[in-house]
């Protein structure tokens, strides 16, 4: 084929499809900014493991990783525990940030694909409407094709033209602030939930998480507005009160992320450009769980680049990649950030009441790797989900609120549905609009 192919960053969707690409006889070069061998956080993730064969990635070798343990979610108050019970076969998989790359790369090396490092991606180089190529740091770069995978601010996504329709900003509440860190372990005794998972602990909206491990106890605070580390040591005090086996001595981590917790983003496509991963928002909301999303991603967007036998690459022949992603996941996902909506409008008072009542169950956080997180719920249809409430809130405030998060999700739902199967500009502008508007 020939075709050049610039993926800008190394995401994970964008080393996935970078490796697909090449296979199929693509000329594939990815441009990051940092150096090698220097990828990633100072800590582990956990995905599903069976997205990595549809994104035609061998399993890393079984002393890289190992299951995960199911969690337990509790809400401010910490006087109800709902474990998940994922069935074994749809057990998540943990790993070393670094192996995984590591395990991606060389994959990807051995499909032929380049990878320039030490390169930060600064600009889209435009050709009228058209992505041609990229700025860099180590001069302009162009190709037939670009991929986006730069992340949640992408200087490539941020600084396209405003009449392409693509959504610039993650918006309000789009994204949650991580600070995470590995103590030693304390002189307590060990948790009856090995993994807890906290909504609005300390009465501050976010979410958190205690995993008692072998070796470390793993902290992770999230909160929705930015915080210090300062904040992030105070609340980690907080934590210990509860969580004893929580050490003083930082062993690794420390350090801060941004993850988008958002709707996918409303258009994912343009001539000569294609976002995948954190730039088109694909994680879950709320939890913030992208990766095998992304490798799923990766496998759409390669069959359809694949798929354009002329290489026209434009935002027609990319469209089918949007409208396979939306069927896939992006539908049910905008589905859940309509209802994360109302979740960010409880108060801690409010969250206690749904454990304890027994609107949510442990029945309903069965789900595994695809749908990691506490709102399986929110998966009922709005009638179902606004009978369940009515069968256990008596405060008609909160009520009121799980009746909006049904509407939104109706919403959102019915936004999809509505989306363009075949490319036409003005439609598909049209239709974006409505889409986003089923979120404010």
């Known amino acids: 084929m020939g075709k050049r192919v610039i993926v800008a960053g190394m995401g994970h969707g964008g080393i996935a499809a970078a490796a697909l690409l090449a296979q199929a006889g693509f000329d594939v070069t990815v441009y990051e900014q940092k150096a090698e061998g220097k990828l990633g956080y100072d800590w582990t993730d956990i995905f599903a493991p069976g997205a990595l064969g549809i994104a035609g990635i061998p399993m890393p070798p079984l002393s890289k990783f190992e299951y995960k343990v199911d969690m337990t979610f509790f809400g401010p108050s910490f006087t109800v525990g709902l ?90 509440m789009g994204k949650i602030y991580i600070y995470r860190a590995f103590y030693n372990k304390g002189e307590g005794a060990p948790a009856e939930a090995k993994y807890k998972v906290m909504l609005f602990a300390d009465g501050k909206q976010g979410i958190s998480w205690v995993a008692d491990e072998e070796e470390y106890t793993d902290v992770l605070v999230g909160r929705f507005e930015p915080f210090d580390e300062a904040e992030a040591l105070r609340f980690t005090e907080v934590l210990r009160e509860t969580n004893p086996r929580i050490g003083r001595e930082r062993l690794r981590g420390g ?23 954190d730039s088109a928002f694909m994680t879950v909301p709320l939890i913030g769980s992208g990766m095998a999303n992304c490798f799923k991603a990766a496998r759409i967007l390669a069959d359809t680049v694949i798929a354009d036998a002329n290489g026209a690459f434009d935002s027609s022949t990319l469209w089918p990649y949007q409208v396979g992603y939306y069927k896939l996941l992006g539908a049910g996902f905008a589905t859940l950030a309509a209802a ?92 974006a609009k409505v889409y986003q508007y089923a979120f404010k």
């Open 340 to 431: 994360k909506t109302t979740v960010s409008e409880l108060t801690p008072a409010e969250i206690d009441y749904i454990f304890e009542s027994g609107m949510v169950t442990e029945e309903d956080i069965t789900m595994g790797a695809d749908f990691t997180n506490l709102f399986a719920a929110v998966k009922l249809d709005p009638k179902e989900l606004i009978t369940k409430a009515k069968g256990a809130i008596s405060d008609p405030t909160l009520l009121k609120k799980f009746v909006g998060a049904a509407m939104r999700m109706g919403k959102a739902s019915a936004a999809c549905a509505m989306m363009p199967k075949k490319w036409n500009r003005d439609r598909v502008l049209s239709w």
């Open 255 to 277: 350090q801060f992320a941004q993850i988008p917790v958002r709707q996918p983003l409303s258009i994912l496509v343009a001539d000569g450009y294609a976002a995948i991963g």
């Open 83 to 172: 474990q998940q019970h994922v069935p074994l076969d749809n057990r998540e998989i943990k790993m070393e940030r670094s192996d995984i790359y590591d395990h991606l790369i060389g994959h990807a090396l051995a499909q032929g694909v380049k990878i320039r490092y030490g390169c930060a991606v600064e600009a889209p180089i435009l050709f009228g409407s058209r992505v041609v190529g990229i700025k860099t740091s180590e001069g302009d770069f162009y190709g037939d094709l670009v991929i986006d995978a730069c992340g949640v601010d992408s200087p490539l996504r941020t600084q396209l033209p405003d009449s392409l329709g693509i959504e610039k900003e993650t918006g309000e």
